[in-house]
């Protein structure tokens, strides 16, 4: 498979390498609007493997080439200070620009991470015209780790655990007895702010999922994974466990929801019925 990643971040240059590394891809070509950045972020790659040079390339947009898979790491992120609404605006321009500017093939796959991924996943449908199956809003399985992780730390190992609804400050935790609810929901929506407060984001995390997610969409098996696509029960975007593959996203995986999380997501929903940003 070929994949083109768009953004030269801390994000975007440590999945170039991934990807690179990884067999099942034969060609990865780094974009930025400045080709020197991409070419820095080869160069940084193959300083680590110099083999990587065979299936590294550095171009810009308009010289994207045909790939299979697009990965958009661009965008702004979250930081201390900084609203929810600047962000999503500075994102929506950011993406849209780069996405629109793309001639897209009905089977190619598009990958999309930019915060608030939820809000952008639907409007990447509409700027691309691609199927809602094949445009995937990466960031619910890093809330799954971290949500298993704030249960590890209340003494709950090895829970069965999800989250639904958004990716962020918005998720909604899953799991047996809704013990505590409130305060795991808070960690959890609050967990990413909480790594800003430390300073400027290390991003090793995104990366390292993110390829397993490609990892998926370039493999020939089918694996669960937390994004967000449109979800065939409630008619709107959300993120949720849905099957994924070379084909894109597949059926969602039934949860047994209750509690104040059955409440946050019908929140959720009707929320996403009022405003039109969210209709497939």
């Not at 909604?172 to 960690?187: F, M, N, V």
């Not at 430390?198 to 990892?215: F, T």
């Not at 370039?218 to 696509?229: E, F, L």
Request: charged share 20%.
């Amino acid at each position: 498979m070929n994949v083109a990643i768009i953004g030269t971040g801390r994000v975007g240059s440590v999945l170039s390498f991934l990807l690179a590394r990884n067999p099942r891809f034969q060609r990865v070509t780094v974009i930025s609007r400045l080709l020197e950045r991409a070419d820095a972020t080869v160069k940084d790659a193959v300083s680590a493997e110099p083999k990587l040079a065979r299936k590294m390339w550095s171009s810009t947009l308009d010289r994207l080439g045909e790939p299979d898979l697009i990965v958009a790491a661009c965008g702004a992120a979250i930081a201390q200070g900084r609203s929810m609404q600047d962000l999503a605006a500075d994102n929506i321009r950011i993406n849209q620009s780069v996405l629109t500017a793309i001639r897209w093939r009905p089977e190619m796959t598009l990958v999309i991470m930019a915060a608030p991924v939820d809000e952008i996943t639907p409007l990447a449908v509409k700027w691309t015209g691609l199927a809602a199956e094949r445009v995937i809003g990466f960031g619910g399985d890093l809330d799954r780790n971290r949500l298993l992780h704030i249960l590890s730390e209340a003494g709950r190992f090895d829970s069965p655990a999800d989250v639904v609804g958004e990716h962020g400050e918005r998720a909604i935790p899953i799991y047996p007895d809704d013990h505590d609810y409130s305060e795991i929901a808070t960690k959890l929506r609050q967990f990413l702010r909480r790594i800003a407060a430390a300073g400027p984001l290390r991003n090793l995390a995104p990366a390292i999922v993110l390829a397993e997610l490609c990892d998926t969409i370039a493999s020939a098996r089918s694996q669960v994974h937390r994004v967000c696509c449109i979800h065939p029960t409630y008619g709107c975007h959300l993120t949720w466990p849905f099957l994924v593959s070379r084909g894109g996203i597949g059926m969602p995986i039934p949860l047994q929801i209750h509690g104040q999380a059955q409440r946050d997501l019908a929140d959720l929903v009707a929320a996403r019925g009022k405003s039109t940003l969210f209709q497939a």
